[in-house]
């Protein structure tokens, strides 16, 4: 079975440019997530998707980030514009349902450095 | 404010002693509590869970025990091998899932 998949790997930018990573799901999970992972934290929900509807976005600074699930598939997660403090290590995970005990599946992370 | 606390940073053990990482946890209504490993460059992989109505859970090497009134949690390796060496996350559900800091955990050969 195919895992979480995520790209970039990788990305540097500088702060007031904009960035976009990509997320695909375990085929079949319904539910998606993206966390924000600061350096020395644990990850930090910034928006839940179940199917392609917004379960919880209160995390989300929304002024500066947006996040789409087409299809209720693939997502992506946006940062226009970047600041200094958005360097972190963005993980997106899937799961098949909600509820109780439900396990999340992480991808490998997209690591976002901004100078 | 930190819901979920992992108050020890790192901890180092030996191969073949028993390793003990801690969670302490301040909302009552978390109702779930999963543990997370994390190698380097990886995303977390699901380790082991409990559900508040009980007070062990045990998967072959690892256990997790839940203290409700002291709102503690705490994961039991034993044996501990090199290959256990990462850093471990408890996690807390109510709803949402909320992460603790992380401990970084290292086996010695």
């Known amino acids: 079975e195919a895992g979480v998949a995520q790209s970039p790997r990788y990305k540097i930018i500088e702060k007031r440019q904009s960035v976009a990573f990509w997320c695909n799901p375990i085929s079949g999970h319904a539910t998606l997530y993206w966390y924000q992972q600061i350096l020395g934290q644990g990850p930090k929900l910034l928006i839940q998707?179940?199917?392609?509807?917004?379960?919880?976005d209160s995390q989300l600074p929304k002024d500066r980030f947006s996040a789409e699930r087409l299809k209720g598939v693939d997502s992506t997660l946006k940062i226009q514009p970047a600041k200094l403090e958005d360097s972190a290590v963005y993980l997106c995970?899937?799961?098949?349902?909600?509820?109780?005990?439900?396990?999340?599946?992480f991808g490998s992370g997209t690591q976002l450095s901004v100078l | 404010d930190q819901q979920v606390k992992q108050n020890s940073p790192s901890l180092s053990v030996q191969e073949g002693r028993i390793s003990i990482l801690n969670c302490d946890y301040t909302?009552?209504?978390?109702?779930?509590f999963l543990w997370y490993k994390k190698y380097p460059a990886e995303g977390p992989t699901f380790l082991i869970s409990?559900?508040?109505?009980?007070d062990k859970n045990e998967d072959g090497r690892f256990t997790v025990f839940l203290n409700k009134s002291a709102k503690h949690l705490s994961l039991h390796i034993v044996p501990s091998q090199p290959g256990d060496s990462a850093v471990y996350f408890c996690?807390?559900?109510?709803?949402?899932?909320?992460f603790g800091q992380g401990t970084t955990l290292q086996v010695k050969p």
């Open positions: 409990i559900s508040s109505i009980k």
């Open positions: 998707f179940q199917n392609n509807g917004v379960v919880d």
């Open positions: 996690a807390a559900k109510a709803g949402k899932l909320i």
């Open positions: 909302n009552s209504m978390f109702d779930y």
């Open positions: 995970a899937s799961s098949l349902a909600r509820g109780l005990s439900e396990k999340l599946f």
